[in-house]
Protein backbone atom coordinates (compact mmCIF):
# COMPACT_ATOMS: atom_id res chain seq x y z
CA UNK A 1 0.00 0.00 0.00
CA UNK A 2 1.33 3.14 -0.98
CA UNK A 3 2.53 5.61 2.61
CA UNK A 4 0.34 8.32 0.57
CA UNK A 5 -3.10 6.55 0.41
CA UNK A 6 -5.63 7.00 2.64
CA UNK A 7 -5.68 4.82 5.57
CA UNK A 8 -7.91 6.34 7.80
CA UNK A 9 -10.82 6.36 5.45
CA UNK A 10 -10.26 2.90 5.43
CA UNK A 11 -10.12 3.10 1.36
CA UNK A 12 -7.21 1.20 -0.01
CA UNK A 13 -8.07 -1.86 2.14
CA UNK A 14 -11.72 -1.48 0.66
CA UNK A 15 -10.07 -1.29 -3.07
CA UNK A 16 -7.98 -4.30 -2.51
CA UNK A 17 -10.97 -6.30 -1.33
CA UNK A 18 -12.83 -5.33 -4.36
CA UNK A 19 -9.87 -6.57 -6.56
CA UNK A 20 -9.38 -9.62 -4.76
CA UNK A 21 -13.13 -10.34 -5.04
CA UNK A 22 -13.23 -9.53 -8.06
CA UNK A 23 -10.61 -12.17 -8.88
CA UNK A 24 -12.59 -14.58 -7.39
CA UNK A 25 -15.63 -13.97 -9.19
CA UNK A 26 -14.50 -14.09 -12.55
CA UNK A 27 -15.63 -10.04 -13.15
CA UNK A 28 -11.66 -9.47 -13.46
CA UNK A 29 -11.74 -11.92 -16.03
CA UNK A 30 -14.79 -10.25 -18.26
CA UNK A 31 -12.95 -7.09 -17.73
CA UNK A 32 -9.57 -8.23 -19.36
CA UNK A 33 -11.14 -10.04 -21.95
CA UNK A 34 -13.02 -6.88 -22.80
CA UNK A 35 -9.86 -4.99 -22.66
CA UNK A 36 -7.94 -7.30 -25.36
CA UNK A 37 -10.88 -7.96 -27.56
CA UNK A 38 -12.27 -5.40 -30.26
CA UNK A 39 -15.22 -3.54 -29.11
CA UNK A 40 -17.46 -5.11 -31.71
CA UNK A 41 -16.31 -8.68 -30.71
CA UNK A 42 -16.83 -8.37 -27.08
CA UNK A 43 -20.40 -6.66 -27.02
CA UNK A 44 -21.12 -9.85 -29.89
CA UNK A 45 -20.28 -12.07 -27.26
CA UNK A 46 -21.46 -10.46 -24.14
CA UNK A 47 -24.57 -9.02 -25.67
CA UNK A 48 -28.36 -9.94 -25.52
CA UNK A 49 -31.23 -8.83 -27.46
CA UNK A 50 -33.34 -6.09 -27.16
CA UNK A 51 -33.25 -4.24 -23.93
CA UNK A 52 -31.60 -6.96 -22.67
CA UNK A 53 -33.82 -7.44 -19.29
CA UNK A 54 -33.20 -11.38 -19.73
CA UNK A 55 -29.64 -11.30 -20.05
CA UNK A 56 -29.25 -8.80 -17.11
CA UNK A 57 -31.51 -10.85 -14.33
CA UNK A 58 -30.26 -14.35 -15.16
CA UNK A 59 -27.44 -14.50 -12.23
CA UNK A 60 -29.69 -12.02 -9.86
CA UNK A 61 -32.72 -15.56 -10.84
CA UNK A 62 -30.05 -17.71 -8.87
CA UNK A 63 -28.83 -15.26 -6.41
CA UNK A 64 -32.73 -15.28 -5.29
CA UNK A 65 -32.74 -18.37 -4.13
CA UNK A 66 -31.21 -19.17 -0.43
CA UNK A 67 -29.63 -22.30 0.88
CA UNK A 68 -30.84 -24.24 3.87
CA UNK A 69 -27.23 -25.73 4.58
CA UNK A 70 -27.38 -29.21 6.72
CA UNK A 71 -24.93 -29.15 9.57
CA UNK A 72 -23.23 -31.94 11.29
CA UNK A 73 -22.97 -34.30 8.08
CA UNK A 74 -19.48 -35.15 8.03
CA UNK A 75 -18.65 -34.07 4.41
CA UNK A 76 -15.65 -33.61 3.55
CA UNK A 77 -14.95 -34.25 0.00
CA UNK A 78 -17.93 -34.09 -1.84
CA UNK A 79 -18.42 -36.58 -4.95
CA UNK A 80 -18.95 -34.21 -8.13
CA UNK A 81 -18.51 -37.15 -10.53
CA UNK A 82 -21.80 -38.22 -12.72
CA UNK A 83 -23.33 -39.44 -15.89
CA UNK A 84 -24.87 -37.47 -18.41
CA UNK A 85 -26.92 -39.61 -20.85
CA UNK A 86 -24.66 -42.32 -20.15
CA UNK A 87 -21.75 -40.34 -20.48
CA UNK A 88 -19.00 -40.45 -17.47
CA UNK A 89 -17.43 -36.96 -16.42
CA UNK A 90 -15.92 -35.51 -13.78
CA UNK A 91 -18.59 -32.61 -12.55
CA UNK A 92 -21.95 -31.64 -13.61
CA UNK A 93 -20.87 -28.19 -14.77
CA UNK A 94 -20.47 -28.41 -18.62
CA UNK A 95 -19.49 -26.24 -21.61
CA UNK A 96 -22.35 -25.00 -23.82
CA UNK A 97 -22.02 -24.45 -27.70
CA UNK A 98 -20.90 -20.97 -28.95
CA UNK A 99 -20.30 -19.76 -32.06
CA UNK A 100 -17.50 -18.18 -33.42
CA UNK A 101 -14.85 -19.19 -31.04
CA UNK A 102 -11.42 -17.98 -32.73
CA UNK A 103 -12.83 -14.64 -32.78
CA UNK A 104 -11.95 -14.97 -29.37
CA UNK A 105 -8.56 -16.86 -29.66
CA UNK A 106 -6.85 -18.44 -32.51
CA UNK A 107 -7.03 -21.88 -31.31
CA UNK A 108 -10.69 -21.14 -30.82
CA UNK A 109 -12.99 -24.60 -30.27
CA UNK A 110 -9.35 -26.75 -30.39
CA UNK A 111 -8.80 -24.83 -26.86
CA UNK A 112 -11.57 -25.31 -25.48
CA UNK A 113 -12.14 -29.17 -26.38
CA UNK A 114 -8.38 -29.41 -25.09
CA UNK A 115 -9.20 -27.65 -21.64
CA UNK A 116 -12.94 -29.75 -21.21
CA UNK A 117 -10.34 -32.81 -22.13
CA UNK A 118 -8.04 -32.06 -19.35
CA UNK A 119 -10.87 -31.11 -16.75
CA UNK A 120 -12.87 -34.11 -17.66
CA UNK A 121 -15.57 -31.88 -18.61
CA UNK A 122 -18.64 -32.61 -21.30
CA UNK A 123 -18.13 -29.46 -23.99
CA UNK A 124 -21.20 -28.99 -26.63
CA UNK A 125 -19.43 -27.98 -30.06
CA UNK A 126 -21.87 -25.61 -32.09
CA UNK A 127 -22.98 -25.71 -35.82
CA UNK A 128 -21.47 -22.04 -35.82
CA UNK A 129 -17.78 -23.49 -35.03
CA UNK A 130 -14.87 -21.92 -36.48
CA UNK A 131 -13.23 -25.33 -36.68
CA UNK A 132 -14.86 -28.49 -38.18
CA UNK A 133 -16.44 -30.51 -36.16
CA UNK A 134 -14.22 -33.34 -37.26
CA UNK A 135 -11.31 -31.42 -36.10
CA UNK A 136 -12.91 -30.51 -32.65
CA UNK A 137 -13.70 -34.07 -31.55
CA UNK A 138 -10.33 -35.33 -33.30
CA UNK A 139 -8.39 -33.06 -30.29
CA UNK A 140 -9.36 -35.69 -27.68
CA UNK A 141 -11.17 -38.52 -29.29
CA UNK A 142 -12.61 -39.99 -26.03
CA UNK A 143 -13.50 -37.17 -24.12
CA UNK A 144 -17.38 -36.31 -23.40
CA UNK A 145 -18.69 -34.01 -26.22
CA UNK A 146 -22.24 -33.69 -27.69
CA UNK A 147 -22.78 -31.21 -31.08
CA UNK A 148 -25.75 -28.86 -30.80
CA UNK A 149 -26.97 -28.71 -34.59
CA UNK A 150 -28.64 -25.44 -36.18
CA UNK A 151 -30.67 -26.49 -39.54
CA UNK A 152 -28.77 -24.60 -42.11
CA UNK A 153 -28.67 -25.17 -45.80
CA UNK A 154 -31.99 -27.39 -46.15
CA UNK A 155 -32.61 -30.81 -45.08
CA UNK A 156 -30.19 -33.14 -46.56
CA UNK A 157 -27.06 -30.73 -45.73
CA UNK A 158 -28.37 -31.20 -41.86
CA UNK A 159 -29.00 -34.58 -42.30
CA UNK A 160 -25.37 -35.32 -43.20
CA UNK A 161 -24.09 -33.03 -40.64
CA UNK A 162 -25.80 -35.35 -38.28
CA UNK A 163 -24.17 -38.52 -39.70
CA UNK A 164 -20.88 -36.56 -39.42
CA UNK A 165 -21.67 -35.81 -35.87
CA UNK A 166 -22.17 -39.32 -35.15
CA UNK A 167 -19.21 -40.51 -37.00
CA UNK A 168 -16.47 -38.09 -35.74
CA UNK A 169 -17.67 -39.78 -32.18
CA UNK A 170 -19.73 -37.18 -30.63
CA UNK A 171 -22.61 -38.45 -28.19
CA UNK A 172 -25.39 -36.89 -28.09
CA UNK A 173 -27.62 -34.63 -30.39
CA UNK A 174 -28.26 -30.82 -29.09
CA UNK A 175 -31.15 -29.39 -30.93
CA UNK A 176 -31.23 -25.85 -29.98
CA UNK A 177 -34.81 -24.83 -30.99
CA UNK A 178 -34.80 -21.40 -29.70
CA UNK A 179 -33.60 -19.84 -32.90
CA UNK A 180 -35.87 -20.19 -35.41
CA UNK A 181 -35.29 -16.54 -36.30
CA UNK A 182 -31.98 -14.50 -34.53
CA UNK A 183 -32.99 -12.33 -32.03
CA UNK A 184 -32.61 -8.43 -32.64
CA UNK A 185 -29.10 -7.85 -30.93
CA UNK A 186 -28.65 -4.37 -30.79
CA UNK A 187 -24.98 -4.05 -30.05
CA UNK A 188 -24.21 -6.10 -33.39
CA UNK A 189 -26.39 -3.81 -35.36
CA UNK A 190 -25.21 -0.51 -33.73
CA UNK A 191 -21.14 -2.01 -34.40
CA UNK A 192 -21.96 -3.62 -37.76
CA UNK A 193 -20.80 -6.85 -36.42
CA UNK A 194 -18.36 -8.13 -39.06
CA UNK A 195 -17.15 -12.14 -39.43
CA UNK A 196 -13.35 -10.74 -39.34
CA UNK A 197 -11.19 -11.51 -41.85
CA UNK A 198 -9.80 -15.08 -42.12
CA UNK A 199 -13.06 -16.95 -40.11
CA UNK A 200 -15.41 -19.09 -41.35
CA UNK A 201 -18.41 -21.06 -40.19
CA UNK A 202 -16.43 -24.05 -40.49
CA UNK A 203 -19.39 -26.93 -40.57
CA UNK A 204 -21.78 -24.53 -42.93
CA UNK A 205 -21.43 -26.03 -47.01
CA UNK A 206 -18.71 -24.26 -49.00
CA UNK A 207 -19.82 -21.54 -51.64
CA UNK A 208 -19.60 -24.30 -54.43
CA UNK A 209 -22.13 -25.78 -52.45
CA UNK A 210 -24.59 -22.88 -52.07
CA UNK A 211 -23.92 -21.88 -56.18
CA UNK A 212 -25.12 -25.92 -56.95
CA UNK A 213 -28.44 -25.10 -54.79
CA UNK A 214 -30.03 -21.81 -56.12
CA UNK A 215 -32.60 -21.72 -53.21
CA UNK A 216 -30.16 -21.17 -50.50
CA UNK A 217 -29.42 -17.95 -49.52
CA UNK A 218 -25.44 -17.20 -49.91
CA UNK A 219 -24.09 -18.23 -46.02
CA UNK A 220 -21.67 -16.18 -44.20
CA UNK A 221 -18.99 -18.82 -44.66
CA UNK A 222 -15.81 -16.56 -45.91
CA UNK A 223 -14.80 -13.96 -43.42
CA UNK A 224 -14.62 -11.08 -45.42
CA UNK A 225 -17.02 -8.42 -43.99
CA UNK A 226 -19.95 -11.05 -43.78
CA UNK A 227 -22.58 -8.70 -41.94
CA UNK A 228 -25.01 -9.19 -38.78
CA UNK A 229 -27.72 -9.27 -41.78
CA UNK A 230 -26.10 -12.13 -43.51
CA UNK A 231 -25.31 -13.69 -40.45
CA UNK A 232 -28.62 -13.59 -39.29
CA UNK A 233 -29.89 -14.44 -43.40
CA UNK A 234 -27.99 -17.94 -42.87
CA UNK A 235 -29.45 -18.70 -39.89
CA UNK A 236 -32.98 -17.21 -40.87
CA UNK A 237 -33.21 -20.09 -42.89
CA UNK A 238 -36.79 -20.88 -41.54
CA UNK A 239 -37.74 -20.58 -45.33
CA UNK A 240 -35.36 -23.12 -46.29
CA UNK A 241 -35.26 -25.77 -43.75
CA UNK A 242 -38.52 -27.46 -41.40
CA UNK A 243 -39.21 -25.00 -38.74
CA UNK A 244 -38.38 -26.54 -35.12
CA UNK A 245 -41.38 -28.12 -34.61
CA UNK A 246 -42.30 -31.73 -32.39
CA UNK A 247 -41.70 -33.29 -36.21
CA UNK A 248 -38.82 -31.78 -36.57
CA UNK A 249 -37.82 -33.45 -32.97
CA UNK A 250 -39.05 -36.68 -34.02
CA UNK A 251 -36.96 -35.97 -37.27
CA UNK A 252 -33.89 -36.18 -35.43
CA UNK A 253 -34.56 -38.85 -33.07
CA UNK A 254 -35.57 -41.41 -35.84
CA UNK A 255 -32.34 -40.00 -38.14
CA UNK A 256 -30.04 -41.01 -35.35
CA UNK A 257 -29.25 -43.39 -32.72
CA UNK A 258 -27.46 -40.80 -30.71
CA UNK A 259 -29.20 -39.38 -27.66
CA UNK A 260 -31.37 -36.27 -28.97
CA UNK A 261 -31.10 -33.05 -26.01
CA UNK A 262 -33.49 -30.48 -26.70
CA UNK A 263 -31.85 -26.92 -25.94
CA UNK A 264 -34.16 -23.78 -25.34
CA UNK A 265 -37.11 -25.15 -23.48
CA UNK A 266 -38.79 -22.60 -20.68
CA UNK A 267 -41.88 -24.36 -20.34
CA UNK A 268 -43.07 -27.68 -18.66
CA UNK A 269 -45.68 -28.37 -21.28
CA UNK A 270 -42.97 -27.89 -24.45
CA UNK A 271 -40.63 -29.93 -22.25
CA UNK A 272 -43.26 -32.86 -22.13
CA UNK A 273 -43.79 -32.72 -25.63
CA UNK A 274 -40.26 -32.97 -26.70
CA UNK A 275 -39.96 -36.33 -24.41
CA UNK A 276 -43.25 -37.39 -26.28
CA UNK A 277 -41.53 -36.07 -29.59
CA UNK A 278 -38.03 -38.71 -28.48
CA UNK A 279 -36.31 -36.59 -27.21
CA UNK A 280 -33.79 -38.39 -24.11
CA UNK A 281 -33.42 -34.75 -22.32
CA UNK A 282 -34.06 -31.46 -22.28
CA UNK A 283 -31.98 -28.14 -21.30
CA UNK A 284 -33.59 -25.24 -20.11
CA UNK A 285 -32.16 -22.01 -21.35
CA UNK A 286 -32.67 -18.69 -22.77
CA UNK A 287 -29.72 -18.63 -25.03
CA UNK A 288 -27.60 -16.39 -22.47
CA UNK A 289 -30.17 -13.78 -23.10
CA UNK A 290 -29.49 -13.59 -26.86
CA UNK A 291 -32.67 -14.78 -28.10
CA UNK A 292 -36.76 -13.89 -26.55
CA UNK A 293 -35.88 -10.66 -24.63
CA UNK A 294 -38.08 -10.17 -21.32
CA UNK A 295 -38.29 -14.27 -21.59
CA UNK A 296 -38.53 -16.05 -18.05
CA UNK A 297 -35.26 -16.66 -16.31
CA UNK A 298 -33.47 -19.97 -16.74
CA UNK A 299 -33.87 -20.53 -13.10
CA UNK A 300 -37.85 -19.51 -12.64
CA UNK A 301 -38.63 -21.85 -16.15
CA UNK A 302 -36.00 -24.98 -14.65
CA UNK A 303 -38.78 -25.36 -11.21
CA UNK A 304 -41.33 -25.77 -14.02
CA UNK A 305 -40.17 -28.27 -15.90
CA UNK A 306 -38.71 -30.27 -13.44
CA UNK A 307 -41.89 -30.65 -12.46
CA UNK A 308 -43.38 -31.32 -15.54
CA UNK A 309 -40.87 -34.06 -16.63
CA UNK A 310 -41.31 -35.44 -13.30
CA UNK A 311 -38.15 -37.82 -13.10
CA UNK A 312 -38.84 -39.14 -17.07
CA UNK A 313 -35.89 -37.96 -18.19
CA UNK A 314 -32.80 -35.63 -17.64
CA UNK A 315 -33.17 -31.95 -17.10
CA UNK A 316 -29.94 -29.24 -17.75
CA UNK A 317 -29.39 -25.74 -17.03
CA UNK A 318 -27.88 -22.67 -18.39
CA UNK A 319 -28.29 -18.88 -17.91
CA UNK A 320 -26.47 -16.69 -15.40
CA UNK A 321 -24.58 -19.57 -14.19
CA UNK A 322 -21.51 -18.00 -12.39
CA UNK A 323 -20.32 -19.68 -9.52
CA UNK A 324 -20.36 -22.99 -8.02
CA UNK A 325 -23.41 -21.76 -5.72
CA UNK A 326 -25.44 -20.97 -8.23
CA UNK A 327 -24.59 -24.40 -9.85
CA UNK A 328 -25.21 -25.82 -6.44
CA UNK A 329 -28.81 -24.01 -6.52
CA UNK A 330 -29.24 -25.21 -9.83
CA UNK A 331 -28.76 -28.91 -8.52
CA UNK A 332 -30.99 -28.86 -5.78
CA UNK A 333 -34.18 -27.07 -7.83
CA UNK A 334 -33.19 -30.90 -10.16
CA UNK A 335 -30.92 -29.97 -12.87
CA UNK A 336 -28.88 -32.78 -13.64
CA UNK A 337 -25.95 -30.98 -14.77
CA UNK A 338 -25.40 -26.95 -15.37
CA UNK A 339 -23.85 -25.34 -18.23
CA UNK A 340 -21.45 -21.71 -18.29
CA UNK A 341 -20.97 -19.53 -20.52
CA UNK A 342 -19.86 -16.08 -20.76
CA UNK A 343 -17.09 -17.36 -18.27
CA UNK A 344 -16.13 -19.84 -20.29
CA UNK A 345 -15.83 -17.63 -23.15
CA UNK A 346 -13.55 -14.73 -21.01
CA UNK A 347 -11.57 -17.52 -20.07
CA UNK A 348 -10.71 -18.66 -23.74
CA UNK A 349 -10.42 -14.82 -24.70
CA UNK A 350 -7.69 -14.54 -21.93
CA UNK A 351 -5.63 -17.18 -21.76
CA UNK A 352 -6.77 -20.09 -24.27
CA UNK A 353 -6.76 -23.44 -22.76
CA UNK A 354 -5.10 -22.31 -19.83
CA UNK A 355 -7.71 -19.74 -19.57
CA UNK A 356 -10.62 -22.23 -20.01
CA UNK A 357 -9.08 -24.87 -17.80
CA UNK A 358 -8.69 -22.21 -15.31
CA UNK A 359 -12.10 -21.08 -15.08
CA UNK A 360 -13.48 -24.73 -15.09
CA UNK A 361 -10.88 -25.58 -12.05
CA UNK A 362 -12.74 -22.34 -9.87
CA UNK A 363 -16.04 -23.58 -10.86
CA UNK A 364 -15.25 -26.89 -9.96
CA UNK A 365 -13.27 -26.02 -6.39
CA UNK A 366 -16.39 -23.53 -5.88
CA UNK A 367 -19.22 -25.94 -6.30
CA UNK A 368 -16.78 -28.66 -3.75
CA UNK A 369 -16.54 -25.78 -1.79
CA UNK A 370 -20.25 -25.02 -1.31
CA UNK A 371 -21.27 -28.52 -1.24
CA UNK A 372 -18.91 -29.56 1.87
CA UNK A 373 -20.36 -26.12 4.03
CA UNK A 374 -24.02 -27.49 2.94
CA UNK A 375 -23.26 -31.06 3.75
CA UNK A 376 -23.98 -32.47 0.30
CA UNK A 377 -21.83 -35.68 -0.29
CA UNK A 378 -22.85 -35.99 -3.79
CA UNK A 379 -24.09 -34.08 -6.98
CA UNK A 380 -26.32 -37.19 -7.61
CA UNK A 381 -28.22 -37.24 -4.24
CA UNK A 382 -28.41 -33.40 -3.70
CA UNK A 383 -31.36 -33.55 -1.17
CA UNK A 384 -34.51 -31.29 -2.77
CA UNK A 385 -35.07 -28.91 0.74
CA UNK A 386 -31.91 -26.99 0.29
CA UNK A 387 -33.02 -24.11 -1.08
CA UNK A 388 -36.01 -22.07 -0.24
CA UNK A 389 -36.84 -18.45 -2.00
C1 LIG B 1 -21.46 -15.52 -27.88
C2 LIG B 1 -22.45 -16.62 -27.71
C3 LIG B 1 -22.67 -17.49 -28.75
C4 LIG B 1 -23.59 -18.53 -28.58
N1 LIG B 1 -23.75 -19.43 -29.60
C5 LIG B 1 -24.61 -20.45 -29.43
C6 LIG B 1 -24.72 -21.45 -30.43
O1 LIG B 1 -24.04 -21.42 -31.45
N2 LIG B 1 -25.62 -22.45 -30.22
C7 LIG B 1 -26.38 -22.52 -29.09
O2 LIG B 1 -27.18 -23.45 -28.93
N3 LIG B 1 -26.25 -21.61 -28.11
C8 LIG B 1 -25.39 -20.59 -28.25
N4 LIG B 1 -25.24 -19.70 -27.25
C9 LIG B 1 -25.98 -19.86 -25.98
C10 LIG B 1 -25.16 -20.73 -25.01
O3 LIG B 1 -25.17 -22.07 -25.42
C11 LIG B 1 -25.76 -20.71 -23.59
O4 LIG B 1 -27.11 -21.03 -23.68
C12 LIG B 1 -25.56 -19.38 -22.87
O5 LIG B 1 -24.31 -18.80 -23.16
C13 LIG B 1 -25.70 -19.58 -21.36
O6 LIG B 1 -25.77 -18.37 -20.71
P1 LIG B 1 -24.51 -17.68 -19.96
O7 LIG B 1 -23.62 -17.15 -21.03
O8 LIG B 1 -25.18 -16.62 -19.16
O9 LIG B 1 -23.84 -18.71 -19.09
C14 LIG B 1 -24.32 -18.65 -27.38
C15 LIG B 1 -24.07 -17.78 -26.33
C16 LIG B 1 -23.15 -16.77 -26.48
C17 LIG B 1 -22.90 -15.85 -25.33
Same mark, same amino acid.
Given at each position: MADSEPVAAGLPIQREAECVVDDLTGAALEARARQLLPRAVYDYYAGGSETETTLHEAPLAWHRWRLRPRML =? /?? +?APDLTTTLLGTPVSSPIGVPPWALQRMAHPDGELATAAACARAGTLMTVS @? @? +? @? !??LAQVAAVAPDSAKWFQLYQVHGPAYTDDLVRRAADAGYRALVLT? &??PILGRRLRDIANDFQLPE /???? +??HPDQADIRSDAEMPAP???? =?? !?SVRRLSQALDSADKTPPWTYAAVEHFAGLTDLPVVVKGVLRGDDAVGCLDAGASAVWVSTHGGRQ !? &?? +???SAAALVDVVSAVSERAEVYVDGGIRSGTDALVALVLGARAVFCGRPIIWGLATGGADGVAAVLARLRAELVHSMTLCGVASVERVPRDLVTI
Amino acid at each position: MADSEPVAAGLPIQREAECVVDDLTGAALEARARQLLPRAVYDYYAGGSETETTLHEAPLAWHRWRLRPRML =S /GV +AAPDLTTTLLGTPVSSPIGVPPWALQRMAHPDGELATAAACARAGTLMTVS @T @T +A @T !VPLAQVAAVAPDSAKWFQLYQVHGPAYTDDLVRRAADAGYRALVLTV &DLPILGRRLRDIANDFQLPE /GLVM +ANHPDQADIRSDAEMPAPPVVG =SG !VSVRRLSQALDSADKTPPWTYAAVEHFAGLTDLPVVVKGVLRGDDAVGCLDAGASAVWVSTHGGRQ !V &DR +AISSAAALVDVVSAVSERAEVYVDGGIRSGTDALVALVLGARAVFCGRPIIWGLATGGADGVAAVLARLRAELVHSMTLCGVASVERVPRDLVTI
